[in-house]
């Protein structure tokens, strides 16, 4: 990947507000964003295009985020994934553990926090 | 459980408890600590909810509804099992509490279910009184103006406003409605509209409210004759939708026309191109409600319309000011197009850009009512209509209201005969997309300025503010503190309240994002970062700073495209999640019930969930004070604590809280091994921190203090100056009555880090308001100096600090130790606010082990 290209960010999450709040941030770290509310739409996109990094919701209608962030690693296993959610148990956080995702967020959280996290990944997809 | 079972058996639990009744003080003394202590406990943990919701107004978190109703059930579900544990200690004796609870839980339900308990609106509404929530009542145009008076106190014009309700009101009592509903609302069936509302008759309700507005204004007017500006002011008017010039208004209305008048403006909702204005933008017609707002007339010197940031120049990054003489009608319709200046949009605004126009005629307001056109005098036609002063005053009242509104804003204005700017209307100018190639440099334009400091402190306000660094360290600096500077200050002080409209940004070396500054500054929407630890230390004077309260980051020089960014942003506090949680909010977080000895403090007067805490806080104490150690045979006698300064304390240990040897009924203070304990008492014994010297009282006071006492059910003698500690090896309550204070402390301390807390809470005592909240005030700064989350009612001071390890809490409850003793008649002594500061300086002497003089 060369440097001059933007980290591409993509988030998924059915309340708009936690991406509503989170875009501007990124962009104003420099990340290129795309944000979904719907799991469909995203599935589909990542299907077309390949995400440096994937912020998720897991607790989601239709499709939820343990099978969006299964599939993402199965597309493009080089993607990272950061899974946020309100409804932390350890299991889930295990299972995503287990599935490779790169960290895992409890909602609430400071958008700062997770900018660090964003920031930790970006590393790690570009080494 | 769930709140709604809850609720379903809360009648057969009263049935229950009130039985209970007949076995009072049979519980055993060991079950009766037990359940205290699982109250105070419970206590903390509410007051953390409470406080960690509040944090999220800050806008430093992301937070989705999910929260606000977890949050909401949390807190609920701790104060239904708090009210069960006092009613374990003192069995059927409040059981009102549980209709306290089910009455606000029942509030936040329907405001989680989307059902908003709105009270049936008044028919007018003075401006002064209109809240910010009333957008719905008196609509957008008029809400924003409120805001504009009611919050930031700019000058704006008197006057009330006819009300949506009445709106509503007058097309039933007409029986309008039905017309309106109909599916396709034609240029025919719009006339035919208007006309039923020209023909009808006001409400006698309205029509009584009315009279009674226009009756007071008049006597506020005096002999001159009162006429009034009509105008429109239609649900999402300014806000979401503009209708820019849809609707009619009437300038310069005697009182005898302003039925006739509030008609042809509601008539104007009608009009084939504000109905078509409707259609296309998906707006239903029984959406439609219009307020009215009816204005005191000003007779304008000048008029004119002021844009913070200039679209027709956007790069040039300019505000721009039109102006003629007279009234500003003409301007605003564009019929004719006035001076214009660009003035700089960082202070000190220069001008850079001054087009005077000949101006051969204005609008004045005629001596009959209404308005009539004049020709300009000959020296005036090519005379700037502002001033440089008059300029420079515009552009900072225009930007503290961009500040607050957080987009650029189009504001109509009014310079009146007494040279005092009014502000007449303000709106969001839609610069959205345009902004966009304003920050499309975004990234490079952050790189290119260093950072000084980063992830300090916590965010109090978000947003992004830049300016030149003031620093404020006393009260002199305020009165000269510059519009659109950053303030920045050690403490979080309540006094620099006054300068929080005027200031871009504030920083802070200490502090909490849910303190009374903290308050303040949202109500203004000023950014804020409290608590940065070295703001005062890393900052110069005069420097000129960015302060990024979304990223909590403070950078070196103007990042002005961080600060156009957030205009492209929807505001954090417009969105539906914010403006939920501050509803909810308001029944669960404010303290109503201050003060034990006042009438209100009962379940009845419980108001919010705090409410009902604290009262359950102060009940359960006073109900263990009320066990009577003496007379009774209980099972865990107190014991006398022996000191050496003149303080009566019991102490009660629930276990390993004093030495095995501790036998008889007193105890030395080296036998006291509660960690809590044993470092309150250092604290309270340092030397001269408990004062010796005695304080003259002045007649004020001792008679004040009389009949605060005599009024006072607390004041039985076995009552006063009873002071109890109940301790064990972790943990100490202890509650004092020193002299007319009431102070509790409240702490657990072990090695578990996350477990550990300090509760203080100070009220009371003789002498007048003025110096019991200057004592509030010390106390809170100390407090917070000494990094104390602090919460100021009135005289009522809660500080709290929690998670901190064993060896740090023990210095936290030395401290708090110390201000007991050092506080204890601190109000007789605070005559001045000069004396706050020295005695602030006082206890941080002798706080550091300096050893006292001795007069």
């Known amino acids: 990947m060369s440097d001059d290209r933007k980290t591409q960010v993509l988030i998924l999450d059915d309340e708009p507000i936690v991406w509503k709040r989170l875009k501007p941030a990124l962009e104003k770290a420099g990340y290129e964003v795309e944000a979904f509310t719907q799991s469909s739409n995203a599935m589909r996109r990542v299907q077309e295009k390949e995400f440096d990094i994937v912020v998720t919701d897991l607790k989601m209608e239709g499709i939820d985020g343990m099978q969006f962030l299964t599939e993402v690693k199965t597309l493009s296993p080089k993607t990272e994934v950061i899974v946020i959610t309100g409804f932390a148990t350890m299991e889930t956080a295990k299972e995503s553990l287990q599935k490779g995702v790169f960290d895992f967020v409890a909602k609430p959280f400071k958008r700062g926090e997770l900018l660090e996290i964003v920031k930790k990944a970006e590393a790690k997809v570009r080494q | ?855």
């Open chain 2, 1 to 855: 459980m769930h709140i709604s079972q809850m609720m379903t058996v809360i009648d057969k639990l009263k049935k229950a408890f009130s039985l209970r009744k007949r076995h009072r003080r049979q519980v055993p003394f060991v079950v009766l600590f037990k359940t205290f202590q699982g109250l105070l406990e419970k206590n903390n943990r509410i007051l953390d909810s409470i406080a960690a919701m509040g944090d999220k107004l800050g806008g430093d978190y992301v937070f989705d509804k999910n929260y606000v109703v977890s949050s909401c059930q949390e807190v609920s579900d701790l104060v239904y099992k708090l009210i069960y544990d006092l009613d374990t200690i003192a069995p059927g004796k409040y059981l009102d509490l549980y209709d306290a609870f089910q009455r606000i839980n029942h509030e936040i339900e329907e405001e989680l279910a989307g059902r908003p308990v709105i009270a049936r609106a008044d028919y007018v509404i003075p401006f002064e009184t209109i809240s910010r929530d009333s957008g719905d009542v008196v609509g957008g145009k008029i809400a924003n103006l409120a805001e504009v008076g009611n919050i930031l106190g700019l000058p704006t014009p008197e006057g009330f406003v006819i009300t949506t309700s009445a709106f509503k009101a007058f097309m039933e009592y007409n029986k309008i409605w039905d017309r309106v509903r109909q599916e396709s609302l034609t240029a025919k069936v719009g006339k035919e509209i208007r006309g039923l509302i020209a023909q009808g008759s006001l409400p006698p309700d309205l029509k009584r409210a009315l009279q009674k507005s226009t009756e007071k204004l008049q006597q506020a007017a005096g002999d001159s004759k009162l006429f009034l500006a009509v105008r429109s002011s239609a649900w999402g008017e300014d806000s979401i939708h503009t209708f820019a010039g849809q609707f009619k208004s009437y300038l310069n209305q005697p009182v005898e026309k302003l039925v006739e008048r509030y008609k042809e403006v509601i008539g104007s909702a009608y009009s084939p191109s504000a109905t078509e204005y409707r259609a296309k933008k998906g707006i239903a017609e029984d959406e439609v409600a219009m307020g009215v707002g009816c204005q005191v007339t000003i007779d304008a010197e000048v008029s004119g319309v002021l844009y913070t940031l200039d679209p027709a120049t956007l790069e040039r990054e300019v505000m721009v000011i039109n102006a003629i003489w007279g009234l500003g009608a003409p301007l605003v319709s564009g019929e004719v197009p006035g001076d214009r200046y660009l003035l700089s949009r960082t202070p000190p605004h220069e001008v850079e850009g001054l087009n005077v126009r000949r101006k051969l005629t204005m609008l004045s307001p005629k001596e009959d009512g209404g308005t009539e056109a004049r020709s300009v005098p000959d020296d005036l036609q090519m005379r700037p209509c502002l001033d440089r002063e008059e300029m420079l005053r515009l552009a900072e009242m225009a930007l503290v209201i961009e500040r607050y509104f957080k987009k650029p804003q189009d504001i109509e204005w009014a310079l009146d005969r007494k040279g005092q700017f009014i502000i007449l209307q303000t709106r969001p100018l839609n610069l959205q997309t345009r902004m966009a190639n304003l920050v499309c440099n975004l990234t490079a334009a952050v790189q290119d300025h260093p950072v000084i400091f980063r992830g300090q402190g916590d965010i109090a306000q978000r947003g992004v503010g830049a300016g030149n660094v003031v620093i404020v360290r006393d009260d002199e600096d305020m009165e000269d503190f510059p519009a659109g500077a950053i303030l920045v200050s050690k403490y979080t002080s309540p006094r620099l309240a006054k300068v929080v409209p005027r200031a871009s940004g504030i920083l802070t070396d200490v502090g909490s994002p849910t303190g009374h500054m903290a308050t303040i500054a949202r109500e203004f929407r000023v950014p804020t970062i409290v608590n940065t630890g070295k703001a005062t230390r890393v900052l110069r004077p005069g420097q000129e700073i960015t302060v990024d309260a979304e990223e909590n980051v403070v950078y070196d020089g103007r990042v002005k495209e961080l600060c156009y960014y957030e205009f492209t942003e929807e505001p954090f506090e417009e969105s539906y999640e914010y403006r939920l949680i501050l509803r909810v909010l308001k029944k669960i977080a404010p303290l109503n019930l201050l003060n034990p000895r006042e009438k209100n403090f009962t379940p009845g007067g419980c108001r919010s969930f705090h409410d009902i805490t604290r009262f359950v806080h102060e009940k359960a104490v006073e109900e263990l004070l009320n066990l009577e150690f003496h007379e009774r045979n209980l099972d865990a006698p107190a014991k006398r604590l022996k000191l050496p300064i003149p303080l009566g304390l019991l102490l009660i240990d629930m276990g390993g809280g004093l030495e095995e040897s501790a036998a008889g009924s007193q105890v030395e203070p080296a036998q006291v091994v509660s960690l809590p304990m044993k470092a309150t008492l250092e604290g309270m014994m340092a030397p001269g921190m408990w004062s010796t010297e005695p304080m003259s009282v002045d007649f004020g006071s001792f008679m004040s203090s009389l009949t605060r006492t005599f009024s006072s059910s607390l004041a039985t003698p076995k009552y006063m100056g009873q002071n109890l500690a109940i301790v064990s090896k972790e943990y100490m309550n202890l509650s004092l009555r020193l002299g007319y204070h009431f102070n509790i402390l409240d702490a657990y301390i072990s090695d578990e880090v996350n477990d550990n807390y300090a509760y203080f809470r100070f009220l009371g005592g003789v002498t007048d308001l003025q110096r019991r909240s200057r004592r509030a005030r010390l106390l809170a700064e100390l407090l917070e100096a000494h990094d104390f989350r602090v919460d100021v009612r009135g005289d009522l001071v809660v500080g709290r600090i929690k998670k901190l390890d064993a060896a740090r809490m023990v210095e936290k409850m030395r401290t708090l130790g110390s201000l007991v003793s050092f506080t204890r008649q601190l109000d007789v002594k605070m005559v001045s606010d000069a004396e706050v500061e020295s005695t602030k300086e006082t206890f941080g002497r002798l706080a550091a082990g300096e050893v006292p003089e001795r007069n």
